[in-house]
């Protein structure tokens, strides 16, 4: 299989991962702007995971764009990726309506977890398949190795306080958000 199937393979399970998350928010009742506010934790759920999302399409496309070839184990290893992210929409609407609740913000913080767990996994796969530029590009990581950390604290955290975790998920989206230019820095360094 060639890296532009696989990718847009990709591209479509993340694209239906988004559909549906919109699609599990429901419309307010009533016609005033007050109205918005029960569904302002539904809403804000949704933005987090939407980040989330647009992290794990944006990180995956340049990882793909850097790799060398694509193997068994990279198919599996992107399957387990997409897996976790799969249940996003699940979790996200979850804890949305159970905004103050514990489990479902833990629950939320372990697919987080499991997700970062899993596209470590795939970078591995990459760079095991031959992928210098992406293993030089990856260098120490320093958000690859810390996002799991956080992602245990909020998990631990949500147990006394779901606000605090769910700050703490956010702020580990912020990390992401700030564009990671290293394999893009790398693939202009070598043309």
């Known amino acids: 299989m060639n ?15 988004i559909t549906i998350m919109v699609l599990e928010m429901k419309v307010p009742v009533g016609v005033h702007l007050r109205a918005l506010l029960p569904v302002l934790p539904v809403f804000l759920s949704y933005v987090l995971s939407f980040v989330y999302v647009g992290i794990y399409w944006n990180n995956h496309h340049n990882m793909l764009h850097a790799a060398g070839k694509v193997t068994g184990s990279i198919l599996w290893a992107n399957l387990h990726l997409l897996f976790w992210l799969s249940l996003f929409p699940f979790v996200t609407a979850w804890m949305g309506e159970n905004h103050s609740a514990v489990a479902p913000t833990e629950v939320y913080g372990v697919v987080l977890l499991m997700a970062a767990i899993a596209y470590f996994i795939l970078q591995r796969r990459i760079t095991a398949a031959g992928a210098p530029v992406l293993k030089r590009a990856l260098g120490h990581d320093w958000k690859g190795k810390i996002s799991p950390i956080l992602y245990l604290l909020g998990i631990i955290l949500a147990g006394w306080s779901p606000g605090a975790a769910k700050v703490i998920y956010a702020v580990v989206a912020l990390l992401w958000l700030i564009p990671d230019r290293r394999i893009e820095k790398i693939l202009a360094e070598e043309k």
């Open 3 to 17: 890296k532009g199937r696989l990718e847009a393979f990709s591209d479509g399970v993340i694209a239906i991962i």
